[in-house]
């Protein structure tokens, strides 16, 4: 079975600094694309940052220039380096991956999700 586990979220002032981390676990035989997404209350999901398999990588518009996506092992882990933090950063941020299991094709696979707070 696998599955997206997100960590490293909290609560943070604005302009500090935190990074989330995602691990992938269970008999996985690729991965495409990893992302990071965001759900604020009322708003709908929205994308934060990508990264292909080629190590390319992109970035939503709000973000650009304060949050870094990177992965390793293989593409099994995935971090999200946040910089700057704004009130307006706030949301659950959600790992999600497209990743092929042994005798499936690729699909989408999301974590439960990390809280992040930015307050004073």
């Known amino acids: 079975q696998v599955q997206l586990v997100e960590s490293g979220g909290g609560l943070v002032q604005p302009g500090g600094s935190l990074r989330l981390s995602c691990l992938v676990s269970?008999?996985?035989?690729?991965?495409?694309?990893m992302a990071w997404y965001r759900q604020a209350p009322g708003k709908e999901r929205e994308l934060v940052a990508g990264v292909y398999s080629s190590g390319l990588t992109k970035y939503g518009d709000s973000v650009k220039g304060r949050f870094t996506i990177s992965r390793e092992n293989a593409g099994k882990t995935m971090y999200l380096h946040m910089e700057d933090l704004k009130p307006e950063d706030t949301a659950v941020y959600l790992c999600?991956?497209?990743?092929?299991?042994?005798?499936?094709?690729?699909?989408?696979?999301w974590g439960q999700g990390t809280q992040v707070t930015v307050s004073s």
């Open positions: 999600n991956g497209n990743l092929q299991t042994w005798g499936t094709r690729y699909r989408d696979y």
């Open positions: 269970g008999r996985v035989l690729s991965i495409n694309t």
